[in-house]
């Protein structure tokens, strides 16, 4: 008899174990080559070192056939502002139901996971655009990002180059002939950034006032003070308190290796701005890019924009990484960054958030309400 339960403590082990075997089988391509290591060190990501998490929200849900597991919804609370309050959204994470049972018992997980009462919102991120019609039909609102649907390109390492020719040329697949045009345009381009790529640090940018870029290991209350402008302008954001963004940036165990790249002024040592990037690559022996996960610029200050992205390709290159990319999240960096790169592409990743706990309508009223997303899907 299949029936659905919630996580408790005898399950933790015995979950990473059947999660460990699952995954690598599956088109998931957040949990490659996993190990029952790697999923317990994600369960303390997700529950133990959470400064969100309580006894007051599940862990998750199992599908279990028997006595044995056949499927799993992660249930993962990350603190939200809504209208200036702290809230609670919930993140769904490694949904998995066995081939062979699913449809209505892969709904039944999921219906657990959005019958909740505590959340104010719901979160969920896809790779896969099937799964759009039955986000649509539980009242999920996309959203996507970046802002501007643009990526910037820097290319740190160009010997790399059949790794930059993948990921910037034939990743997508030639089906019609505007795809060919399209990729002709893009050879162009890429062998033109092979001769004559920009530099990252324009003179323009020079003034009287001097930035330092280094590693940061820890965020101070100075990175919530940065981003209180930019949290002001927004009725739904996730929180950028301390604790949530330490959570977010330096838990020990990371699925992709995080770097935080800080800047400060050098007259008063006060934080001028950072970044935050992700080493990714599928494993550990692979080619890299360094990808820009979240970012916040005081008075989006070009010359802090240089250097951070000088400093940032410094680290690159220490990582391995062939690819440095970047996305805008207002007009101002935009503008700096279309001057800047000689490499763009389109870029789309979604978001989907289900509101409760509101008025009925709420989910229309979201056109008129200002939702600021995150490029980092907690927890990522």
Known sequence: MIKVREITDKDINPLAE????????????????????????????????????????????ILENDMTYVGFIGNIPVKFMIHGEGKIAAASNAWY??????????????????????????????????FEKILSKYKFKKFILPKFQKEYIYIIDKKQVNYVFFNLIFKKRISTLSDFFELYKKLGFLFFTYLYQKS????ADINDETFISSICTVCDDSFSRIWEPYMNSCDITLSRDTKTLNWLYFSPFRLRKRIVIQCHRECDKTLAGYMVFDVQRIKPSDQASLQLMDMCIV??????????????????????????????????????????FTL?????????????????????????????????FPPQ
């Open 18 to 61: 059947f999660l460990a075997k699952v995954f690598p089988h599956t088109l998931a391509k957040g949990f490659p080559y996993t190990t029952k290591e790697f999923w317990l060190n994600l369960f303390d990501l997700w529950w133990t070192s959470n400064p969100s998490y309580s006894n007051q929200m599940p862990r998750g849900w």
């Open 97 to 130: 139901v066995d081939p062979l049972i699913r449809g209505l018992f892969s709904l039944r997980l999921f219906n657990e996971f959005i019958a909740q009462k505590y959340p104010s919102l719901f979160l969920f991120k896809i790779e896969d655009s099937s």
């Open 200 to 203: 990252t640090f324009r003179q």
């Open 344 to 376: 763009k592409r389109t870029a789309q990743y979604h978001r989907y958030i289900r509101f409760t706990n509101l008025e009925d309508n709420y989910s229309e009223l979201t056109d008129y309400v200002k939702v600021c997303p995150t490029m980092i």
């Open 299 to 340: 008075n989006d200050d070009p010359q802090v924009l240089a250097s951070l992205l000088s400093f940032a390709i410094k680290i690159g290159k220490q990582n391995d990484a062939a690819l440095l990319v970047v996305w805008a999240n207002n007009q101002e960096t935009e503008k700096y960054f279309r001057d800047t």
